[in-house]
């Protein structure tokens, strides 16, 4: 934990010192990846400054034991690595719903049970910025949950993004 508060407060050290640059004013696409058993979200990004952006998911899940959604909101910080790739870190937050199938339920008991849960997450990534308007990402989203629907606060969300940009 001490390791990520650091992390964080190096981050944020950067964020107000980075060089400045320019990022797509809006990013519609897919991000696709593993974490909590969210497999797809459609993905919305909009360029608040020169180095900074807010980026919205609303995920979805379809399983053989649940059907989940869930609305995500980050606040990112942009930096130049070299050429068109670029490097970010950001915080946010979000909220899903689920509801479990008859037959099973995570407290392995037989009826259904839906509810809602919420969530605060971080996120780290690096990004290709195509010459024509292209954006390929891979990003780490830890995620602390609450009212989770396997009682599982922790996860780690680890997804690959393509956005188009204009």
Request: proline share 2%; hydrophobic share 40%; net charge negative.
């Amino acid at each position: 934990m001490k390791k990520l508060f650091l992390f964080s407060l190096l981050a944020i050290g950067f964020a107000t010192t980075a060089q400045s640059q320019e990022i797509a004013k809006n990013a519609l696409g897919l991000r696709l990846g593993d974490g909590d058993g969210f497999g797809a979200e459609i993905s919305y990004q909009r360029g608040l400054g020169a180095n900074n952006r807010l980026e919205l998911d609303l995920g979805w899940r379809d399983s053989n034991h649940y059907d989940a959604f869930r609305l995500t909101g980050l606040y990112q910080w942009v930096f130049p690595i070299e050429g068109d790739f670029n490097w970010y870190v950001g915080a946010g937050g979000g909220l899903g719903g689920y509801d479990t199938d008859d037959d099973y339920d995570f407290d392995n008991n037989d009826h259904d049970d839906s509810g809602m849960y919420g969530f605060v997450a971080g996120d780290i990534g690096v990004e290709y910025n195509f010459n024509f308007p292209l954006l390929l990402s891979l990003d780490f989203r830890p995620e602390i949950g609450f009212n989770d629907i396997d009682d599982d606060d922790f996860d780690f969300d680890i997804a690959l993004g393509i956005r188009y940009q204009f």
